[in-house]
């Protein structure tokens, strides 16, 4: 029988932060190691160096504003009921209607006949 996995229980979150800051570090070093190899051998080396942290840097910024997206996005689905509250319930009490009157459209009236619509009335097609 399969397991359900729920979201963070296999790893820390501290885990998969350093996860994506070295996922960033290395591209980010791969991409400067290749544009400072015009440079010669110095210029990969430097743009290796240069190229990890920047992806590092970007890495971890990725990741802090994914982990607060998440974060808002359980508290909204939490708010609204997604998640343990009653939405899509079917006992839902109603305000009671304070008129006692039902609109045309709901109790299967026509509207008059002079009425015409917001879009202007059918126009014949072209032959």
Known sequence: MKRSKKIGDSRSSKTKRLEHEAEGGASGALVGAVLGASAGPPGA???AIIGGVAGALAGAALDRESSASEQ???????EIGV?????GAPNLEHVP????AYSPESS?????????PAEG???TPDP
């Open 83 to 87: 998640t343990g509250g009653d939405l």
């Open 108 to 116: 299967g009236a026509a509207p008059p006949a002079e009425d015409v």
């Open 121 to 123: 009335p059918i126009q």
């Open 72 to 78: 808002r996005t359980r508290e909204l689905d939490e």
């Open 97 to 100: 209607p304070t008129s006692g």
């Open 45 to 47: 080396i430097a743009g």
